[in-house]
């Protein structure tokens, strides 16, 4: 993943690697199904209020809608994404190697997962500290604790059916 500082450097460098842009739009010529068949696909999507900038979207050579039916006129920017790169990327072996996929992997985990560092070391991977950080203490036991009830004052016990007093008075 690479950020550009603004959005004509973000186009020159898609085009020059050889990337098709394309906009999302209700009345785009693709559907969802025909992204598979674009070798290298940049899809560029919107916000929910304004769409795809004007300079953005006249970068596109083509677009492409998610048929909807029913009343929905629209649908959240995120579903979108999703049902499109499900799309574009169902049956495609990918492109990168299998250590950047591992590295890539490792590091999302470890930037949205408390306990990453574990996570991957039941899988038998081991983060360098520098990704990983410094190592995690072990893993509090889940589940209720047990408790003692209180004892009972001198002299008075407690009848199976007797209710409880409530705890701290």
Known sequence: ??????????????????????????????????????????????????????DLAAACARAVRVPMRGFAES???????????????????GDLPEPT?????????VLTVAHAAEILAARGMHLPLPLGGAPSPPPKPRGPKART?????????????APKEPEGG
């Open 1 to 54: 993943m690479r950020t550009h500082g603004t959005a004509e450097s973000a186009i020159a460098t898609l085009r020059a690697s050889g990337h098709e842009l394309v906009a999302t739009h209700p009345d785009g010529e693709l559907t969802p199904r025909d992204l598979a068949g674009i070798p290298r696909l940049a899809l560029v999507l919107g916000n929910e209020r304004d769409g795809i900038r004007p």
């Open 75 to 93: 649908l959240n920017v995120s579903v979108t994404a999703a049902i499109l790169l499900e799309h574009a990327t169902h049956g495609r072996p």
């Open 101 to 109: 996929q591992i590295r890539l992997y490792a590091r999302a985990l």
């Open 149 to 161: 009830p209180p004892a009972a004052p001198a002299g008075e016990e407690r009848g199976a059916g």
